[in-house]
């Protein structure tokens, strides 16, 4: 059974750069798309970032569009996104996630399996 576990999460300053993980267990995801949804109180999750298995295609939410980057490392079974420039409204749990497909998958229901998310705070 696959299991995804986020990290990196926390409390920062809205110019300081953060990185955060999501290493997977159990079996190799490397033919899946993965994705990075988030979810701020009282709202919707929302799907922000995604990248396709060869990690040659990706899409990126208008929110967050030229400010975060998702990025993964097959043969360490991690993917990652870098939030090169944050805004308080960045505030959130970030979850990452695995596609059914291994393309750019862009909708929720695109994805089976979920981390347990990780709190990132951004402060003014």
């Known amino acids: 059974q696959v299991q995804l576990l986020d990290s990196g999460g926390g409390l920062l300053q809205a110019g300081d750069p953060l990185r955060l993980s999501c290493a997977t267990s159990?079996?190799?995801?490397?033919?899946?798309?993965m994705g990075w949804s988030r979810q701020a109180p009282g709202k919707a999750r929302e799907l922000v970032a995604s990248?396709?298995?060869?990690?040659?295609?990706?899409y990126y939410s208008n929110p967050v569009k030229g400010r975060f980057t998702i990025y993964r490392d097959n043969a360490k079974n991690t993917t990652y996104l870098k939030m090169n420039t944050r805004k308080p409204e960045d505030t959130a749990v970030y979850y990452c996630?695995?596609?059914?497909?291994?393309?750019?998958?862009?909708?929720?229901?695109?994805?089976?399996?979920w981390g347990q998310g990780t709190q990132v705070t951004v402060s003014a």
């Open positions: 996630a695995s596609s059914i497909y291994s393309t750019t998958s862009t909708q929720s229901k695109q994805y089976n399996c």
């Open positions: 159990g079996r190799t995801l490397s033919l899946n798309g």
């Open positions: 990248i396709n298995w060869r990690a040659d295609l990706s």
